[in-house]
T-cell receptor, first 115, second 114 residues
Framework: NAGVTQTPKFRILKIGQSMTLQCAQD?????MYWYRQDPGMGLKLIYY???????DKGEVPNGYNVSRSTTEDFPLRLELAAPSQTSVYFC??????????????FGSGTRLTVV | AQKVTQAQTEISVVEKEDVTLDCVYE???????LFWYKQPPSGELVFLIR??????QNEISGRYSWNFQKSTSSFNFTITASQVVDSAVYFC???????????FGAGTTVTVRA
């Protein structure tokens, strides 16, 4: 199994450009999450989804959009990129149900720089 | 609201010293789990341990041990006889029971010098 796959791994954007960060999982997990990690900081939740067609905002949603048309894919869209969006982005997934102790699978991250 | 606090920003030790990482949490859940993750310089997140609120018995796994105290809302993590490969950022994390959103602490950077 591939687990959680994020593409691209690295990207440099110019201010005002747009892009989509891709996240795909092959574990049939219902729950998917997007986090950002700024230098020297912990991970902050941007958006999450509890299943296909259902998404909700996390702590830091401004400047981002998501969609969840299939169970497997959870792309994160950046519109009008700003330097403040320079960060490392992690996608994660987990199965539905079970206790909160069930494990999460993280992607390897996308390092985005906005110049 | 969920909150995880890691007050230590950086810890530097010499190889073979023990390292203890502090984590204090807040949650409204009556039962919950806590996690520790490691982020080496390569950047990926590596799951280390999880602990549930039912059991406050401290455990040891290899060079890792943890001290969970529900009364003080603390979940401390110790690396015994540290090695250079332990150099990384360590995160404490707390999932919420209804939507499983993970709240992370700010992380503690551990540097182990040879």
């Amino acid at each position: 199994n591939a687990g959680v796959t994020q593409t691209p791994k690295f990207r440099i954007l110019k201010i005002g450009q747009s892009m989509t960060l891709q996240c795909a999982q092959d574990m049939n997990h219902n729950y998917m999450y997007w986090y950002r990690q700024d230098p020297g900081m912990g991970l902050k939740l941007i958006y999450y989804s509890v299943g296909a067609g259902i998404t909700d905002k996390g702590e830091v949603p401004n400047g981002y959009n998501v969609s969840r048309s299939t169970t497997e894919d959870f792309p994160l869209r950046l519109e009008l990129a700003a330097p403040s969006q320079t960060s490392v982005y992690f996608c994660a997934s987990r199965m539905a149900g079970g206790s909160s102790g069930y494990g999460y699978t993280f992607g390897s991250g996308t390092r985005l720089t906005v110049v | 609201a969920q909150k995880v606090t890691q007050a230590q920003t950086e810890i530097s030790v010499v190889e073979k010293e023990d390292v203890t990482l502090d984590c204090v949490y807040e949650t409204r859940d009556t039962t919950y789990y806590l996690f520790w993750y490691k982020q080496p310089p390569s950047g990926e997140l590596v799951f280390l341990i999880r602990r549930n609120s039912f059991d406050e018995q401290n455990e040891i796994s290899g060079r890792y041990s943890w001290n969970f105290q529900k009364s003080t809302s603390s979940f401390n993590f110790t690396i015994t006889a540290s090695q250079v490969v332990d150099s990384a950022v360590y995160f404490c994390a707390l999932p919420r029971s209804n939507d499983y959103k993970l709240s992370f602490g700010a992380g503690t950077t551990v540097t182990v010098r040879a």
